[in-house]
């Protein structure tokens, strides 16, 4: 390849990375075509990409966008998978598509300025993605004004139960 194809090569993977500052590496050496396209049209339905990069011109754009951790992870084939609402989402997807497809290997993962290895790329599906913390937020906002609704309620409904049985005590003697 010239040095001309291969710049532009690697300003295409630029352009295609550009915006997403955590991605997930992975092999998929193994994957027949059919079973190739079928996960990638399982995975376009969720907004992520799959991308397979030539590790050297990946090591050169990764390194001029400021993401030099992420270039000691490329070894042997990698493709890069990106998108979603986070890399959360991603390593949750390919947690199960592993599953699926045994010949896929999760080699690392990449999230703000950190370099995951597998393991550690494994463990990120374990973490709660976006939408769950937003929830828990929420959740904790909301449950200190659940008590004091429950404690002002509280007292007016006693006393509301006492006048009922009052109520029903004085009819049932007349």
Do not use: H
């Not at 590496?25 to 990069?53: C, D, H, P, S």
Request: charged share 25%; proline share 2%.
């Amino acid at each position: 390849m010239s040095k001309y194809v291969k710049g532009l090569v690697q300003s295409e993977f630029e352009k295609r990375l550009d915006g997403a500052d955590s991605f997930l590496i992975i092999n998929t050496t193994g994957v027949g075509g059919i079973a190739n396209n079928q996960m990638r049209g399982e995975l376009k339905k969720k907004g992520i990409k799959l991308m397979v990069v030539k590790n050297t011109l990946a090591k050169k754009a990764l390194t001029k966008m400021g993401m030099a951790a992420a270039a000691a992870l490329l070894s042997g084939p990698c493709t890069f998978a990106f998108g979603g609402d986070s890399v959360i989402d991603v390593a949750k997807e390919f947690t199960d598509i592993v599953k699926k497809y045994k010949m896929i290997e999760v080699k690392g993962a990449f999230l703000d300025g950190t370099a995951f290895d597998a393991k550690g790329a494994v463990e990120l599906a374990k973490m709660p993605n976006r939408v769950e913390l937003q929830g828990q937020v929420v959740m904790l906002v909301r449950a200190p004004g659940a008590k004091v609704a429950g404690a002002i309620v509280s007292p007016a409904s006693k006393i509301a139960g006492c006048i009922k049985a009052i109520i029903e005590k004085a009819e049932k003697a007349a």
